[in-house]
């Protein structure tokens, strides 16, 4: 199985993962539901006014975990990635979902913004070790 086969089968589709950011120069780790996309980017929702906001937009670099919370044994993943804050109304509408209704009622809810998570590594790790996968960069478009 490839790398990525094996890592979107711990962080595809919803997860609670542990989400660390910077304050004042030191990690701050949280949990947040956050949903897994084919191109590795994960998605999930918070408030304006909280803290991980205003650190984010501080300091985009992050890092998260997900463990597929199986057996002891089961793989996870350490993730380092760049976070953006995002509460335009398209993007708000795109990922919202029912799930969100007892948190935030409508995605019209000032309060309600999208956190995306584009990942630069991902270190997968299972019974027989680790394996890194990295975002390649991107190919500049001859004009």
Same mark, same amino acid.
């Given at each position: 199985?490839?790398?990525?086969?094996?890592?979107?089968q711990?962080?595809?589709?919803?997860?609670?993962? @542990?989400?660390a950011t910077v304050d004042e120069g030191m990690p701050a780790v949280r949990f947040m539901s956050? %949903?897994?996309?084919?191109d590795m980017r994960l998605v999930g @929702?918070?408030?304006?006014?909280?803290?991980? !906001?205003?650190q984010i937009r501080e300091n985009p670099n992050? @890092?998260?975990?997900?463990?597929?919370?199986?057996?002891?044994?089961?793989?996870?993943?350490?993730i380092r990635a760049t976070a953006a804050v995002?509460?335009?109304p398209a993007t708000k509408k795109k990922y919202w979902n029912p799930m969100k209704e007892a948190y935030f009622q409508t995605p019209d809810n000032p309060e309600y913004v999208v956190v995306t998570f584009t990942p630069k590594t991902i270190e997968y790790t299972d019974m027989n070790?680790? %394996? !890194?996968? %990295?975002?390649?960069? @991107?190919i500049p478009v001859a004009r």
């Open positions: 199985m490839k790398l990525e086969e094996k890592i979107l711990v962080m595809g589709g919803v997860h609670v993962a @542990a989400v956050l %949903e897994g996309y084919d @929702a918070t408030m304006k006014s909280s803290r991980k !906001v205003g992050v @890092a998260l975990s997900i463990w597929s919370c199986g057996e002891y044994t089961d793989p996870y993943v350490v995002q509460d335009d070790g680790m %394996e !890194v996968w %990295e975002r390649k960069p @991107a």
